[in-house]
């Protein structure tokens, strides 16, 4: 069964740091990662990686994936409190369907 | 251009009623995906579709729970005889078609359905 981990569950973070998320992978005929964010309502795409080492950045999101050790992870500098959400991690292997991660529930103060 | 709409965005059921929940995928996109979210929970699989065949239900409950997509009108989610633990947030998606698998998939707003 496919399955994708992340990590850490829970973050808090004061606004002006660095953070990084981490999300790892044990799928069949991995095709993509995709990350999202999600503010209480539905998921709003991020990033979709398919290659590894090649780093995609928005704004002062990047994330990149490495195939070979089976993980990706999101980095988030100068956080704000606008930050503060679900990061959610999922895979596409066989057929067309996303499994997620649990999430990671990231809380940036002021 | 509408993003993939859902509704209705909330639902209140009582136990034993039917819940339908109606997904109209983004234009041009012929490929609908639904996911469960339990509270405090991630997304989960339950079923994809193409237009008037599904592709892939291995995620869907056995029994209460259908799924169709037909050649006119949006995707429906029914749930028979609901229970407590239905309630939960269902999110639909989709994306542009099976030869393009590898496209990120678009998510609608979602239906939060609440089984009292």
């Known amino acids: 069964e496919d399955k994708v981990v992340q990590s850490p569950l829970s973050l808090v973070v004061h606004e002006g740091d660095t953070v990084t998320l981490n999300c790892s992978y044990e799928?069949?005929?991995?095709?993509?990662l995709l990350w999202y964010k999600q503010e209480k309502k539905a998921p709003t795409f991020l990033f979709m990686l398919?290659?590894?080492?090649i780093e995609k950045k928005s704004g002062r999101l990047s994330s990149i994936l490495d195939k070979k050790e089976l993980f990706s992870i999101l980095n988030i500098t100068a956080t704000q409190t606008g930050d503060s959400a679900v990061y959610l991690c999922?895979?596409?292997?066989?057929?067309?369907?996303?499994?997620f991660g649990e999430g990671t529930q990231l809380t940036v103060n002021p | 251009n509408a993003g993939v709409m859902q509704n209705p965005r909330h639902l209140v059921r009582r136990r034993g009623q039917e819940a339908r929940l109606r997904c109209s995928p983004m234009?041009?996109?012929?490929?609908v995906y639904w996911y469960r979210q339990l509270p405090e929970e991630g997304l989960k699989f339950m079923v994809y579709?193409?237009?008037?065949?599904?592709?892939?239900e291995s995620g869907m409950p056995k029994e209460r729970f259908s799924a169709e997509f037909p050649k006119e009108g949006p995707s429906i989610l029914r749930i028979q005889q609901v229970v407590r633990g239905d309630s939960a947030a269902y999110f639909c998606?989709?994306?542009?078609?099976?030869?393009?698998?590898?496209?990120?998939?678009?998510f609608g707003q979602g239906t939060r359905l609440t089984v009292v």
């Open positions: 998606a989709s994306s542009p078609g099976r030869q393009q698998m590898n496209t990120e998939a678009f």
């Open positions: 799928v069949t005929n991995f095709r993509s």
């Open positions: 398919t290659s590894s080492g």
């Open positions: 999922a895979v596409i292997a066989s057929g067309s369907r996303l499994t």
């Open positions: 234009k041009g996109h012929s490929h």
């Open positions: 579709l193409q237009k008037e065949n599904i592709i892939d």
